[in-house]
């Protein structure tokens, strides 16, 4: 009896990692095309004469799609199946980003691009479930962070395809194009592990709402760093006196960051509980804030505290999906993973313009400092949980469980 339990043990193992793998190659596809749009359709609409607020404003489609649409997914799942649902957004994805190559009308530009929020949230939403339904306890942290690990190397490699094409509009916009469609590929080889996350009995509104009320608030806090990041660091570090280019190298290392040092919280989450993980990833994302006016001054210790930052802040995502995945199920996850969609695309919406009114108020370190306050918000409101958990551990509530340590 002992001795096959440790062959029985790698095999479920191997299970486990095999289902995830549908979810992560359809996320790291997708990634890889909004990361080559932002830029592409930006430099697109420079070259027709567009001003900076209209590329502004049209870049802020993609987020406003994502939010109109974030609360039709569950109708939609219940009309077509995930499965469908994901190929329609696949397809939808590469049909969209071909219109942009026929028309230079900028009102349809701008419906275009929240065409493509609509079909990027679907994915977003539905690959999120797939893979927390297919997850075990003694994995999820883990695989949730290679999840998002993959989604934000996906972003890298966007705009790296643009400049090895030497800005070539036709080439990029081509990969653009055809990258959706690379997803049908694991769509249709993982179809059988696609989970119906259809209704699981009566959905338990109460334990969703308490659960969401704590997590929504870590969602939006790192929605806003994600968003203002991409959109100010370079500008913060031109205004602290980098020399030319070294912003644009400080959003590298800390997209960097956040493609190689999620996996380890995820690991620590496994072993410690996701939400013990969760207020590291909290408390290094106010710090960060905190000392980055201070670490544009380090020399070459300012690399490796982006990167850490980037990468342990941008891990509270997936450890809030990991708390929620270990304890919900079937249409309760789909709609708690809708919830957090429809935030994160709110944070896209409202944290450049949030940090640039605080930039103008407080000068530059109103960027930085306008993060620190929500990830702030963030701490104080997860620890005020924990501890309430802790002191009811000998009664854990159902958003609780005792064996999960979350």
């Keep these: 009896m002992v001795g096959p339990l440790p062959v029985l043990s790698r095999e479920r193992n191997t299970g486990v990692f095999r289902a995830a793998v549908g979810p992560i190659a359809v996320i790291g596809v997708f990634g890889m095309t909004l990361g080559i749009t932002y830029p592409l359709l930006s430099r697109m609409l420079e070259e027709r004469g567009a001003s900076g607020t209209v590329i502004g404003l049209n870049g802020a489609m993609t987020p406003l799609g994502m939010v109109l649409t ?8 219940r ?32 419906v275009l691009r929240a065409l493509l929020g609509s079909c990027a949230v679907a994915m977003f939403i539905l690959s999120e479930t797939w893979i927390s339904e297919n997850a075990d ?22 705009p790296a395809v643009l400049s090895a094409s030497e800005n070539s509009e036709a080439v990029a916009l081509a990969v653009a194009v055809a990258s959706p469609l690379v997803a049908l590929w ?13 209704a699981s009995g009566r959905v338990p509104v109460g334990s969703l709402t308490r659960q969401l009320s704590v997590l929504l608030v870590a969602v939006l806090a790192i929605s806003v760093f994600d968003a ?47 939400r013990t ?33 980037g990468g342990i802040a941008f891990a509270g995502y997936p450890l809030v999906l990991s708390i929620l995945g270990a304890n919900l199920d079937g249409e309760s996850l789909l709609l708690g993973n809708t919830a957090f969609a429809i935030v ?54 159902p958003s609780e469980p005792s064996h999960s340590g979350r």
């Excluded at 207020?279 to 982006?306: D, I, K, Q, R």
């Design 228 to 274: 203002v990041t991409l959109q100010f660091l370079p500008l913060y570090a031109d205004a602290a006196g980098l020399p030319p280019g070294h912003g644009e190298l400080a959003l590298t290392v800390l997209l960097i960051g956040q493609t190689t040092l999620q996996f380890p919280l995820g690991w620590l989450a496994d072993r410690l509980g996701g």
């Design 277 to 309: 993980a969760l207020l590291l990833s909290l408390t290094v994302g106010t710090a960060g804030a905190l000392l980055l006016p201070a670490a544009m001054g380090w020399g070459l210790w300012l690399w490796p505290t982006v990167a850490v930052w």
């Design 186 to 198: 694991p769509l249709w080889t993982e179809r059988a592990r696609v989970p119906a996350m259809g």
């Design 344 to 397: 994160w695309g709110v944070g896209g919406v409202v944290g450049p313009p949030y940090a640039g009114a605080a930039m103008d108020v407080w000068g530059a370190n109103g960027m930085p400092w306008s993060l620190a306050a929500l990830w702030v918000l963030a701490v104080l409101t997860t620890v005020a949980v924990f501890l309430r958990r802790a002191r009811g551990r000998a009664a854990p509530s």
């Design 79 to 110: 009309r077509l199946g995930p499965w469908r649902l994901m190929v329609v957004a696949a397809a939808g994805s590469s049909a969209i980003l071909s219109l942009f190559a026929v028309t230079d009308d900028l009102v349809l530009w701008f």
């Design 70 to 77: 974030a609360a039709l997914i569950p109708a939609l799942v």
């Design 137 to 158: 306890v003694t994995h999820r942290g883990r695989l949730l962070t290679a999840y998002t690990s993959v989604l934000a190397l996906g972003f890298c490699v966007g």
